[in-house]
T-cell receptor, first 110, second 110 residues
């Protein structure tokens, strides 16, 4: 069974703190995507990483793809209440099949 | 607005009933993907259609079926509904970067 594990499942921190969430698998991906989902809405694509070791930045969000393309991390600097949401990672295999992790539910306290 | 339109937004129905969820993909997109999201299982791929033809099948129950019409809109039919079918149902378009999701249909089976 192909699995994508996300950790932690839940994270509640104060505004202004930094945090990192993780996405891990034993499988190699051709690319990996991160999404953010807010209540009552569909997931919204934040970034796609393709190359092992790749780092992409989106304002205060830094995404890294592991060298072996099996894992990824999302680091948020100086978290704000607007960052609250469910963060999902999704791995794409060479046959174009995509699997999603169950997500990290992030809550930023003002 | 993601460009992917889903109706209805909410649906409440009784066990044993049948419902139809509707999706219009982004203009020009030939593919439609259907996903089910529940708290315990996360986002689960159900089925993909491409230009009217079934392209890939995931964890879709036999009680569920889908089709894509010549105008590219798609319908997901859920029959003999059970309490456990209560979930969010999303459709999505896809390109090389990732998915664009609609805002979903929240199905509650009572």
């Amino acid at each position: 069974t192909q699995l994508l594990e996300q950790s932690p499942q839940f994270l509640s921190i104060q505004e202004g703190e930094n945090l990192t969430v993780y996405c891990n698998s034993s499988s190699v991906f051709s690319s990996l995507q991160w999404y953010r989902q807010e209540p009552g809405e569909g997931p919204v694509l934040l970034v796609t990483v393709v190359t092992g070791g790749e780092v992409k930045k989106l304002k205060r969000l830094t995404f890294q793809f592991g060298d072996a393309r099996k894992d990824s991390s999302l680091h948020i600097t100086a978290a704000q209440p607007g960052d609250t949401g469910l963060y999902l990672c999704a791995g794409r295999y060479r046959d174009d099949k995509i699997i999603f992790g169950k997500g990290t539910r992030l809550h930023i306290l003002p | 607005d993601s460009g992917v339109t889903q109706t209805p937004k909410h649906l409440i129905t009784a066990t044993g009933q049948r419902v139809t969820l509707r999706c219009s993909p982004r203009s020009g997109d030939l593919s439609v993907y259907w996903y089910q999201q529940s708290l315990d299982q996360g986002l689960q791929f159900l089925i993909q259609y491409y230009n009217g033809e079934e392209r890939a099948k995931g964890n879709i129950l036999e009680r569920f079926s889908a089709q894509q019409f010549p105008d590219l809109h798609s319908e997901l039919n859920l029959s003999s509904l059970e309490l456990g079918d209560s979930a969010l149902y999303f459709c999505a378009s896809s390109d090389y970067r990732g998915y664009t999701f609609g805002s979903g249909t929240r199905l509650t089976v009572v």
